[in-house]
């Protein structure tokens, strides 16, 4: 029966046929899978107990290979050399920002100041003021395409000024640039790179689908879609809820009141919530639903066609929100792990890692903190239980390199206490390749604009389908309040539909991933300011702008590409900036950057548009690349960022 019941179970992981797009049937192949040697080494999240000795900077700089047209990362590496030759003895790792005074330069470094005061205290060295170092550090810059003649301000910070020779050559190269879809960056044979899990999204059976789960799903789909650009092997798995002793009195009450069925996920949480009013108020069913959880771990064919009959339910509903997100999942729910739990228990108390307290079986952690409870003094599993059998079965049969786990902050100390476990346990370990990194992105809540907790009035959470045809429905009043012209009745709708979703996945990833943001309609459904709606008016503006001219930009070779106007320069040379966003983003698993860039692209342009006339013009050539080139990077992040980009308004 056991064995039936794993069957059963993997069966239902992958039953879902468009979205859930790893499917069960080649799950026996893929454990089966061999890997070649990567040589990335990866980072967790700042939990000290996962942390190797090395410095975080050193471990982030191993990640991932930087884009070969990284500029930022160019010019660090510039100056990298530059101070180890004019200071071998006291060399470190290098600092460089862009200039906040944009007449002073492009970039700025400012480690001439720091340095001084190292050699100074170190002696052997004739140095009389941190100009003098920058001075010695510009002395060692080996010649490059990038930029001439750095200059030096205040009281040591050297400023370079990218050459609009390089602006204008990168501008071109990058001038075939192609759809987000068809192309990948780094596809050079000789790059390998790591094998990355991301857990995010995570629903209940049995339960509608919440504001709360929107940014996990949210959030993890643009982290897999930031490691998928850069061809970074990806698995997006979808941890439901889907297992438990809430399933025994859930089928009492539906063998007790439904003929065993519901077909609406609506139904199965009213019948839920009545469920565990009916266990908590009478002795009876509480004890029928017992027996009932027992019979389903033990593969009785009644209860476990009840519980497939609930999970498909549930499931339709799920597919129709990630239909509606546009996001690629795999299921694989906490019954995938059921019977690996026992194993992963017994290994870790083998190993003192875990030990018996008061009755049940706890993990103390390396770190203060209260204790992992991996099974409870009854004898029964919990979450911490299924996500240490979890995090085993990604690193031995995955063979994961990178777990990434999406959740609310709130589950912080969880996830420390697992990785600690996981640590100790030696999982993440490995002779042939660096060990395997953890990590933990945690969210805040979503408020209203009270300040409390996004909710409906009568205090329920409200239904992420509610919140998503909402946005959609403001979005298609204001279209038709605005006469939008050109637009036919399903063309609109479908606009409306890209507007509404993507304003609801930017107003989320702009902001700081831990901290709370407030929901407002308003808010990210205005003209102006950073919203999604403002950048997709820019987008529309460019596309605009390539549809009227006459040149053929698709078959057009263009030999010289000429700026005149700041405005001109300023948005060629964001446009190179590009590399080291998506970089930096990925690097610290932060979203929002691509945001930041995608908003200032927007900006920078609508600049240049109200300033440049493109159309006749006689630099009209150059100014239709620039448009061009604009239109593509803007694509390449609303890709990354998951937003459908409007082409007519």
Known sequence: MAHRLQTRALRIAGVAPIKYNVSLQNYSRMRGRTFNKK??????????????????????????????????????????????AAYPENFKEVSLNEC????????????????????????????????????????????????????????????VKISDSYISSKILQNFNICEPRERRVNTAENVNYPRVIVDFS????????????????????????????KNIETLRLNHVGDWGTQFGMLIEYLNDEHDDFVDTIGDLQS????????????????????????????????????????????????????EALNVRISERGESFY???????????????????????????????????????????????????????????????????????????????????????AGWLERCEKSDVRLSHVGFGLVMGEDGKRFRTRSGEVIRLKELLSEAESRCYDELKNRGTSGLSEIEMKQTARKLGIGAIKYADLQNNLSTNYVFSFDRMLDLKGNT???????????????????????????????????????????????AESLDSSL?????????????????????????????????EESRIILCHATASVMRRCFFILGIDPVYKL
């Not at 409870?376 to 911490?384: E, F, I, T, V």
């Open 100 to 159: 906040a005074n944009s007449g002073l330069g492009d970039y700025q470094f400012n480690d001439a100041m720091h340095l001084f005061s190292v050699v100074r205290e170190v002696g052997g060295c004739d140095v009389k003021s941190p100009r003098e170092v920058a001075q010695n550090i510009i002395n060692m810059l080996p010649v490059n395409p990038f930029f001439e003649n750095p200059s030096i301000a205040g009281p040591g910070f050297i400023n």
């Open 202 to 229: 995570s629903p209940n059976i049995a339960k509608e689908m919440h504001v709360g789960h929107l940014r996990s799903t949210i959030i993890g789909d643009s982290i897999c879609r930031m490691l998928e650009y």
């Open 338 to 424: 059921n019977l690996m739990i026992s194993g992963i228990l017994e290994e870790l108390e083998q190993k003192n890692i875990a030990v018996k307290s008061e009755g049940a079986l706890c993990i103390f952690s390396s770190f203060e903190g209260t204790p992992l409870i991996c099974r409870k003094s009854d004898g029964g599993y919990n979450y911490a239980s299924t996500d240490l059998a979890a995090i085993n079965h990604r690193i031995k049969y995955e063979k994961a390199d990178w777990v990434i786990y999406v959740t609310d902050s709130g589950q912080k100390k969880h996830f420390a206490g697992i990785f600690d476990a996981t640590e100790r």
């Open 532 to 578: 999604a709606i403002y950048l997709q008016y820019a987008h529309v503006r460019v596309s605009a702008v390539l549809d009227k001219t006459q040149i053929d930009v698709q078959n057009v070779t263009p030999q010289e590409f000429r700026f005149k106007a700041k405005e001109e320069r300023a948005l060629a040379l964001h446009i190179l900036k590009f």
């Open 39 to 84: 040589t990335v080494r990866l980072h967790s999240d700042s939990i000290k107990s996962v942390q190797s000795v090395e410095s975080l900077s050193e471990r982030k700089s191993a990640l991932f290979k930087f884009e070969e047209d990284n500029l930022k990362a160019s010019l660090k590496s510039l100056f990298t050399q530059a101070v180890q």
């Open 587 to 619: 690097q610290d698993l932060m979203p929002s950057r691509i945001c930041d860039y995608l908003y200032t692209l927007s900006s920078l342009f609508n600049d240049f548009y109200g300033s440049c006339k493109v159309i006749g013009d006689d630099n």
């Open 271 to 322: 019948c839920y919530k009545l469920a565990k009013k009916r266990f908590d108020e009478d002795t009876e069913f509480k004890i029928r639903s017992q027996a009932a959880v027992v019979k389903l771990q033990a593969g009785d064919p009644k209860m476990l066609e009840i519980w497939e009959n609930v999970c498909q339910t549930s499931r339709n509903e799920f597919e129709t929100i990630y």
